[in-house]
């Protein structure tokens, strides 16, 4: 039980770490797109969204998580971008919410849909592309 619970703490640094990369990319490029651009903010966030998952995909399963053994390559990257898809979903209302309901910035309203939405991904690629006979990957 130790064991397990340390693996998941350090499963969950590796996770962290890569996510504030991915973030950084993220959250960077949105601002960019934005501010610099004046793309709206919508579009601007499913670009910056999904270039940070290009990444994010290729980071998550060379470091974070062991994929499982019953799934070859393509069907894992098919399983990421489905969920990453449903993320982004979630990303966009969040992000609506925020700036057009409750008039708060899309900077800030940003930073709150990807916290939500960063809960949403840790839980669902444990759950889905993990190999939960061998635990979390420990490299």
């Not at 797109?33 to 998952?53: K, W």
Request: include cysteine; aromatic fraction near 16%.
């Amino acid at each position: 039980m130790k064991q397990d619970l340390k693996k998941l703490f350090v499963q969950f640094v590796k996770f962290s770490i890569v996510g504030v990369i991915a973030f950084c990319i993220d959250y960077g490029l949105f601002l960019l797109l934005t501010y610099a651009f004046s793309v709206n903010y919508l579009i601007a966030s499913a670009i910056s969204f999904v270039v940070s998952v290009i990444f994010n995909y290729s980071a998550s399963m060379r470091y974070v998580f062991k994929g499982r053994p019953d799934q070859t390559r393509t069907q894992q990257f098919i399983i990421f971008f489905v969920l990453s898809v449903i993320g982004l979903g979630v990303n966009q209302l969040v992000l609506w919410l925020c700036v057009d309901i409750l008039s708060i910035p899309a900077w800030f309203g940003k930073l709150v849909a990807t916290a939500i939405v960063m809960v949403f991904n840790f839980v669902t690629r444990k759950i889905f592309l993990e190999d939960h006979g061998q635990g979390a990957n420990t490299k």
